[in-house]
């Protein structure tokens, strides 16, 4: 079975700064992707950004980035330029094979400061 | 683009009553995923189907059953409702199976008095 860590419970950065949110996982297997969700207030799950474990490029979409360490299992998420929008519950999870659910974190509240 | 629908949105129950619960998938998509999230928890896996078959399964009840129908929407069915059962419920699809990105819907908001 899979485990997900999120080490940190809750963050405080200014707004426009950059902020790095901490995850590490533990599995057997070889095939998998890893995936950062966001859960504003409204508590909609929205995919921020999704890594495939067979790259070795680390992914980016606009402002937020991946930092895939595959033999260390960790995978951080860097925003840059935080927003007040970005200000939500973030969640990191594991997909391993076949229609397996998400191995969720604990999740990291970020908070982004005016 | 078309998103996970989700139905009803909102629900409150008495206890031991039962509820349902309708999931209609993201066109194309044949992977169905439901997860239940307690008040500031993090989303628990309950059931999978694929192609209108169980394909794994979590911390489900044995009170919860689930399908998935031939136009690939799924109903989750809670009986002897529990007031621990009041949660925010997730579906989920993707397309195939996994591992693949699940698109989530907005939820059901389920309060058992």
């Known amino acids: 079975a899979q485990t997900v860590t999120q080490s940190q419970p809750e963050m405080s950065v200014q707004e426009a700064e950059t902020v790095t949110l901490s995850c590490t996982y533990d599995?057997?297997?070889?095939?998998?992707?890893l995936f950062w969700y966001k859960q504003p207030p409204s508590r909609q799950m929205i995919l921020v950004i999704r890594q495939e474990a067979y790259k070795q490029q680390n992914a980016t979409e606009n402002r937020f980035s991946v930092n895939f360490q595959k033999a260390a299992k960790s995978f951080s998420l860097k925003i840059s330029d935080s927003q007040l929008g970005d200000t939500a519950m973030y969640f990191c999870?594991?997909?391993?094979?076949?229609?397996?659910?998400?191995?969720f974190g604990k999740g990291t509240h970020l908070i982004i400061q005016p | 683009a078309a998103g996970v629908i989700q139905s009803p949105r909102h629900l409150i129950k008495e206890k031991r009553e039962t509820a349902t619960l309708k999931c209609y998938p993201i066109?194309?998509?044949?992977?169905v995923y439901w997860y239940q999230q307690g008040p500031g928890q993090d989303p628990q896996f309950l059931i999978s189907?694929?192609?209108?078959?169980?394909?794994d399964k979590g911390s489900i009840p044995d009170r919860f059953s689930a399908q998935q129908f031939s136009d690939y929407h799924s109903e989750l069915n809670m009986s002897s409702l529990e007031l621990g059962d009041s949660a925010l419920y997730f579906c989920?699809?993707?397309?195939?199976?996994?591992?693949?990105?699940?698109?989530f819907g907005p939820g059901t908001r389920l309060l058992v008095l």
């Open positions: 066109p194309r998509h044949d992977t």
């Open positions: 989920a699809s993707s397309p195939g199976r996994g591992p693949e990105t699940q698109y």
């Open positions: 599995t057997s297997e070889n095939n998998y992707y």
């Open positions: 189907f694929y192609e209108k078959m169980q394909s």
């Open positions: 999870a594991f997909s391993g094979g076949g229609a397996d659910g998400l191995t």
